[in-house]
């Protein structure tokens, strides 16, 4: 078990490092954004506009013709904020410094662009099984838009591993651990719990699935916006001296901390943008699933709202958790991961700080595995059609129970270099169809400019 790990690592360390997937993600990013003239930036506040028109609660209940809007941006979200937004900052902090942080902006900034093209490509290629139920996704826009089936089922089957199996293997060990260490519940009691709830949303299909995340993820965010906000109201005056350590620290790690980590610029950049995008998703190809399921008039429409999933995900739920760790001065050198979490929350609310985390944990991974299932299966429909989900619903749900029991180290390493591997194809199709998003962004400007009178 030890030699795999070592040899998924190896992989993981050429994949994730310097010269291929991080250098590919924001160079396509940065590509895009000139390409499309900053619609992340320019398009914004109209963006933010068309979401919160579209919030509801309680939406129109998801069927074979899709879901809405926001129920989309729900399904989108619940998969972006997860185990990464708690544990994965807090990595990116320990080992690449407080300036990992700043790297983690200029990964989202570029990677909104990118998911403006993946939503609009989602929406242009999307399509309807025999049964009649919409369905879409990169596999889609591969094939039919690239015109290259063999990278289609690529894809197809590393994301189905990725996500549906190892991925929620991930999100399981960490609620299992984080019930543990807070309240002393057995791994296996979480285990059956986590697989009996996953099972039951799963059951009830894309109806069930729309109508949990569209009430989960604005309740878990709000939960964890507001507690994470008391904790730096508390430490104030430790907010501008964490924003100028961020700053300092993405140029001069050393110096940001006085030693306390030991990064290079390197090192800051590298964990700053890996965990950055491995949080918000942009260019994995995972949530074009869920953008492509929803019923809106024009593809850009889309594109915004997938665009303030990205910010929502890294520029306020990734950087509450910064924040606390940073104004609280819970970074020590001696912790990294969910550890440093927990022991910033702790600081700021005492004991009750690690069940707040757990409780917070559960909510992001729980979303999280229900997103995760729902990309994946679009794909098991893909290669195999309807009849296979039942037996992958029944997999999944033992996957995980299974990721509450084991030891975490492999798993997460074959998560990361199945990611990887999703991302490829995906990207192959991005750069080459781009142009279709640019058509789809210029066809509304157009329509918006002359219903509202006025040039953009």
Not at 10 to 39: A, E, H, M, Q
Not at 59 to 72: L, V
Not at 191 to 203: D, R
Not at 279 to 288: D, H, I, L, R, V
Request: net charge positive.
């Amino acid at each position: 078990m030890q030699e795999l790990t070592s040899i998924v690592s190896s992989i993981n360390s050429v994949l994730w490092g310097p010269y291929c997937l991080i250098p590919l993600l924001v160079g396509s990013g940065l590509y895009f954004s000139i390409r499309l003239k900053f619609v992340q930036v320019k398009r914004f506040v109209m963006a933010f506009r068309y979401v919160l028109e579209t919030i509801s609660l309680a939406g129109k209940k998801a069927d074979h013709t899709g879901m809405s809007s926001f129920q989309s941006l729900a399904t989108a979200v619940a998969a972006q904020v997860g185990t990464g937004n708690l544990a994965g900052v807090a990595t990116a902090i320990a080992m690449g410094g407080p300036g990992a942080i700043f790297w983690m902006w200029i990964a989202a900034l570029f990677g909104m662009a990118t998911i403006f093209v993946e939503a609009v490509l989602a929406q242009l290629y999307r399509t309807q099984d025999k049964k009649g139920h919409v369905t879409g996704g990169p596999a889609y826009y591969i094939q039919n838009g690239l015109k290259s089936k063999g990278l289609a089922v690529f894809f197809a089957v590393a994301i189905i591993i990725a996500l549906g199996f190892i991925g929620n293997m991930v999100q399981s060990n960490s609620i299992a651990a984080a019930f543990d260490k807070a309240w002393g519940i057995p791994a296996p009691v979480v285990g059956i719990v986590m697989a009996a709830l996953a099972g039951f949303v799963f059951i009830g299909g894309i109806g069930r699935i729309a109508s949990t995340t569209e009430k989960l993820v604005p309740l878990m965010a709000v939960f964890y916006l507001v507690g994470g906000l008391i904790v730096c109201i508390s430490y104030w005056d430790g907010i501008l001296p964490a924003f100028k350590m961020i700053f300092v620290g993405a140029f001069d790690p050393a110096a940001a901390t006085g030693g306390v980590v030991g990064a290079s610029i390197k090192e800051a950049i590298r964990y700053g943008v890996a965990r950055g995008l491995f949080s918000n998703e942009a260019g994995m190809g995972s949530t074009p699933h869920a953008h492509a399921m929803a019923r809106v008039k024009y593809p850009a429409q889309q594109g915004f709202v997938a665009m303030v999933g990205v910010f929502f995900d890294t520029f306020i739920v990734l950087n509450m958790t910064a924040m606390v760790i940073l104004a609280t001065g819970a970074l020590d050198g001696t912790r990294t991961g969910i550890e440093l979490t927990q022991y910033a929350f702790e600081l700021g609310f005492g004991t009750l700080g690690l069940s707040f985390v757990a409780i917070c944990l559960f909510f992001f991974a729980f979303s999280t595995i229900i997103g995760w299932y729902f990309f994946a299966e679009q794909n098991v429909k893909y290669l195999f059609g309807n009849r296979a989900v039942l037996p992958y619903q029944l997999i999944v749900v033992l996957f995980v129970f299974l990721g509450s029991l084991l030891q975490v180290n492999l798993v997460w390493e074959l998560a990361d270099m199945f990611n990887g591997l999703m991302v490829l194809p995906n990207l192959i199709a991005l750069l080459a169809l781009y142009k279709l998003a640019g058509k789809a962004l210029e066809d509304y400007e157009g329509i918006y400019d002359a219903k509202h009178g006025h040039h953009f």
